[in-house]
């Protein structure tokens, strides 16, 4: 996901398209409702930047803002009470997108084609209404950097890590080889103009040798068949030299080969060793460990789910968009009346006391308030645990892997000990019958060199000596060229090998800089959306003016905590609120000691960082603004001024009160 650089530029992107949004998205959306929330059925036609639902509570701004989020994909729709399916519809430009609820076993079940495929970013950072965990974040106090990190799918992000860590090493192992491998190649040249030298020496020594036979040839004055029987004896001679030289070479192959394999015997024989504290470790008791941990993370997702439905019916009890059960608290069951009027205004007004939904009794709102804030906490310590147990069962499968892998790597390293076993035993058996060999071969040498005496007679003894010393250098001749075949060959391989230094280097540089870009992408959001907060809070405070307010603030800092059975370091973003005195002292301060006023503002701001960081605006065209009167109605107009700036539809419920206080131009909403 591309990050843009500066805020200048959104701007200045949301005024020419809309941030990524289609010419259709530019005319004005449809929505219509039925059964949603507190809806009978309605359609309301919004405008193509400012759209404000004015009006006084209970009278469905909130059902109709629920509605649209559920066209646009959310699931966060609540149906109506006394129905068993509804509808939202939204008509965008050309385009049509639907969403039906039905309610199915006690639940409700959604379908349709909505506009969103994935509503994850949206409901975090676009439809901002009372209940949006980006606002309540900052409210509670929450650790605001996992809610603006939870779209980036980190834990993908460090499985390609760890793929492309690998794949460096085995690119940097290739490069040491190859750097081995340059190495060498000089003492392998060197080697081979060494034995071409030697075997122009050699090959010069045998043509003087047999010129020098060829004169004493000349010279002597014998029968042509006692030449021949002495040549025949020195060829034989020769032969079984050349045999015994052979025997000689293959036994020192053998006993290399052999030491080779015992030392690679030996070293695989360390490491079953260091594997068998690990193999013998009981897998069975990890798969029941893991299953108890994954029961007890169920029993945790279930309580939170219960607890979420009951946080939310609640919540929208005391915003009033449960409008069956308000009649429901009715004497007479009857709708329609003045005293129906009156019931269901105690129940979702701002008073200091409402009608208990459960008893039907008057009670405090504050009480009901301080219950829900006792269940959020609740809600939050629940997604700890289930957090910490997440990791527990993440270090104990890590911990089976490695129990798996050693058993696996124990097996190979059986496998190949047995095999290397065997090679030995073939090789010594090898060895044996070329001492054998090498044995026999001297001892015909012995008779053949006892048979050659016998034909000395005179002078015949000189040449009998120069063809023994062509015999043998033509055994060395033989050997150089073997060796010199060899070093060529090996030299050729070198060769070939470092022609793939270039491909090699290129893709280690490639790999080098997807670890870049992947290390530094959590740190890039991170630090925007810091930025991001930081600067947008700065420009809405001076714009709302708020007193002895000075700065509210983000600070990225790393922590050590506890995950499952780990201690890692940790990214936390810590809020800083800063005052100051009538005297200019500066002191910091806490949320708590916000007013309600100022505590949704900058959740507010958050949220929108949020929107500006992940590019939500590439992926749906309207921001959702609810419960804003907490906001004194003058600071609400500049709120909806500015975020009007980065989306082409927002969309705000507003007391009727606060809705006078927009620009004139604005679209207002009276009746849905």
């Not at 591309?2 to 949004?21: D, E, S, Y």
């Not at 109709?64 to 729709?77: I, N």
């Not at 992000?157 to 690998?166: D, F, H, R, V």
């Not at 009981?282 to 893991?290: P, R």
Request: include cysteine.
């Amino acid at each position: 996901m591309a990050l843009l650089a500066t805020v200048g530029f959104k701007c200045l992107h949301a005024k020419v398209g809309g941030m990524g949004a289609t010419q259709d998205e530019q005319l004005h959306p449809i929505i219509s409702a039925r059964n949603i929330g507190g809806i009978d059925e309605t359609e309301v036609t919004l405008a193509s930047g400012v759209t404000a639902l004015a009006g006084r509570n209970a009278t469905n701004r909130t059902s109709l803002l629920q509605a649209l989020m559920a066209a646009l994909g959310s699931d966060r729709a609540s149906l109506k009470a006394d129905a068993d399916e509804g509808t939202a519809t939204l008509e965008l430009g050309d385009e049509t997108y639907t969403r039906t609820l039905t309610r199915e076993d006690g639940a409700v079940a959604t379908s349709g084609d909505p506009y969103l495929d994935d509503p994850e970013l949206a409901d975090l950072f676009a439809f901002l209404l009372e209940s949006n965990e980006a606002r309540q974040a900052v409210v509670r106090g929450d650790d605001l950097r996992d809610l603006i990190m939870r779209p980036i799918d980190t834990d993908r992000i460090q499985a390609e890590i760890e793929q492309l860590e690998s794949e460096k090493r085995s690119l940097d192992e290739r490069l040491d080889e190859l750097d081995a491998l340059s190495r060498r190649l000089p003492e392998l040249e060197e080697r081979r103009t060494r034995l071409e030298s030697e075997l122009g020496e050699k090959r010069a020594e045998l043509a003087d040798k047999e010129a020098e036979i060829e004169d004493a040839d000349a010279d002597l004055d014998e029968t042509r068949a006692e030449k021949e029987a002495l040549e025949e004896k020195l060829d034989e001679l020769r032969d079984v030299r050349s045999q015994l030289e052979d025997a000689r070479f293959d036994i020192d192959t053998e006993k290399e080969s052999l030491e080779a394999l015992r030392s690679e015997a030996a070293e695989l024989q360390d490491a079953l060793d260091d594997t068998d504290d690990v193999a013998e470790r009981d897998v069975d008791g990890l798969d029941d460990e893991i299953r108890q941990l994954r029961d007890r993370k169920r029993q945790v997702d279930s309580t939170m789910s219960e607890l979420q439905s009951v946080i939310q019916f609640n919540e929208e009890m005391l915003e009033g968009s449960s409008q069956d059960v308000a009649d429901a608290l009715q004497g007479d069951g009857e709708s329609g009346s003045a005293s129906d009027d009156a019931i269901t205004d105690q129940l979702v007004d701002d008073a200091e006391t409402v009608v208990c939904w459960t008893c039907g009794s008057e009670v405090d709102r504050e009480k009901i308030e301080a219950t829900l804030d006792r269940l959020r906490t609740l809600r939050r310590e629940k997604r700890s645990e289930r957090n910490e147990i997440g990791a527990e069962i993440d270090d104990v499968q890590a911990e089976k892997r490695t129990v798996e892998e050693a058993r696996q790597e124990r097996e190979e390293v059986t496998r190949r000990l047995d095999q290397l076993d065997a090679e030995i035993e073939d090789r010594e058996t090898r060895l044996a019958e070329l001492r054998t060999t090498r044995d026999e071969l001297a001892d015909e040498i012995d008779v053949l060199e006892a048979d050659v005496e016998a034909l000395e007679q005179g002078d015949y003894s000189d040449i009998l000596d120069l063809h023994r010393e062509a015999n043998q250098l033509e055994v060395e001749i033989g050997r150089i060229e073997d060796d010199l075949e060899d070093v060529e060959a090996e030299i050729a391989d070198v060769e070939d090998e470092l022609a793939t230094r270039e491909d090699v280097e290129a893709e280690r540089e490639r790999v080098q800089e997807e670890l870049t870009e992947l290390r530094t992408r959590v740190d890039q959001i991170e630090a925007q959306a810091v930025e991001q907060f930081n600067e947008h809070m700065a420009t809405v405070l001076d714009l709302l003016d708020y007193e002895n307010l000075d700065r509210i603030w983000i600070e990225r800092t790393e922590r050590e905590v506890r995950e499952g059975r780990r201690t890692v370091s940790k990214t936390v973003f810590t809020l800083h609120i800063v005052r100051s005195t009538e005297s200019g002292a500066t002191y910091e301060d806490t949320i708590d000691h916000l007013s309600e006023s100022e505590r949704e503002v900058t959740g507010l701001v958050f949220a929108l960082a949020g929107y500006l960081v992940h590019d939500v605006y590439e992926e749906v065209p309207f921001i959702l603004l609810d419960s804003l009167e907490a906001i004194d109605a003058d600071r609400i107009a500049a709120l909806v001024d500015y975020f009007d700036e980065y989306a082409d539809h927002l969309v705000a419920a507003l007391l009727v009160e606060d809705a006078a206080a927009l620009d004139d131009e604005y679209e207002r909403v009276t009746e849905i």
